[in-house]
């Protein structure tokens, strides 16, 4: 867009630029740096291992913690009385050097709070192998 300050008369000072060079010489310079630049690779350098890796020795036991719609807690199919006992089944877990996985299975009428206490005890105890698993049953 030009701007015409003149009153109208031709003799006047020419205020317009022509900005059409200057965008062609810009583009001839971008063109010439991007063809300049060499291209770089990004590449991470890894030692991948070299031959096939050896299957687990054992499979991995598996304990299975259902939460009941009122707050009931089983291990492995076994209704835990207290909280204390629980404890201390976490504990134990815990205390193991090759931890067991824990499944976690919540009813889906279950409150937060019950999940949650189980969820908070194992942790506060130190379990790290443990997950939330769909219980089949009480899915449909």
């Known amino acids: 867009m030009a701007m015409n300050v003149g009153t109208g008369s031709d003799d006047g000072v020419m205020v317009d630029i022509n900005t059409t060079p200057l965008i062609d010489v810009m583009l001839v310079l971008l063109i010439m740096l991007i063809i300049t630049i060499p291209i770089q690779t990004h590449a991470v350098k890894m030692n991948m291992p070299v031959g096939p ?4 020795l054992k499979a991995p036991e598996i304990i299975r913690i ?5 707050g009931t807690v089983g291990w492995n199919g076994i209704i835990v009385g ?11 877990v815990a205390a193991q050097a090759d931890q067991p996985e824990v499944h976690l299975r919540p009813n889906k009428l279950v409150t937060y709070k019950h999940v949650a206490h ?4 194992a942790q506060r105890l130190g379990v ?4 939330l698993v769909g219980n089949e049953q009480f899915m449909r």
């Open 66 to 70: 259902d939460v009941d719609f009122d």
């Open 118 to 121: 189980v969820m908070a005890s």
């Open 128 to 131: 790290t192998k443990i997950g």
């Open 82 to 92: 207290t909280d204390a006992e629980l404890q201390g089944k976490l504990a134990g």
């Open 53 to 56: 890796s050896a299957p687990p």
